[in-house]
């Protein structure tokens, strides 16, 4: 519990966001690498959460380097907390796509895998994973349903962050 409560101080909370944000996103790389598990449109959707909290991160504590108060790293750790909100919401679609509650959008039907190394043939239409087939799960979560429990417990970090942020356990 130590441990929990030191990465909530100071910048420490923001920092460790985006580095789980690129652990995350290097994940989904590796698979796309190595395991040729290609992304549907709403995976790179999911991927563009991390990719927008890293960039909004790295700006809220160059700001912040400028001016350290402790209001506005309350605020950073509320907004770092919503991003990772759209990132549960995303992936819950996504999840929903999959176990065929919710329709899914337009062009995500796919129509095969695509190999993004091969330069053969780019004259002739790419096709993309349908994101209605999740390739495997683990405890009865695709990858995008564990893509949501990872934001959703982020989310409560962020702000159980801003939270102790706020009520100035933190030298900020």
């Known amino acids: 519990m130590s441990a929990l409560k030191s990465l909530l101080k100071d910048w420490k909370w923001p920092v460790t966001a985006i580095v789980v944000s690129a652990l995350m996103l290097a994940a989904a790389h590796a698979f796309e690498t190595f395991g040729k598990l290609y992304p549907c449109p709403l995976c ?86 349908s994101c209605t087939d999740a390739p495997f799960y683990i405890l009865g979560l695709s990858m995008a349903g564990w893509n949501g429990v990872v934001s959703a417990i982020l989310a409560v970090a962020s702000f159980m962050s801003a939270g102790a942020t706020f009520r100035g356990r933190n030298e900020a």
Request: glycine residues 10%; positive net charge; hydrophobic residues 50%.
């Open 44 to 129: 790179l959707r999911q991927r563009e959460v991390y990719w927008a909290l890293i960039a909004m991160t790295l700006t809220g504590l160059a700001l912040w380097k400028l001016r350290p108060t402790r209001r506005f790293l309350v605020a950073l750790n509320v907004l770092i907390g919503l991003v990772f909100g759209v990132g549960v919401v995303v992936a819950f679609y996504h999840s929903g796509v999959e176990w065929k509650i919710f329709p899914p959008p337009t062009g995500c039907t796919g129509g095969g895998e695509i190999d993004l190394m091969n330069m053969d043939s780019l004259d002739r239409p790419m096709t993309v994973p």
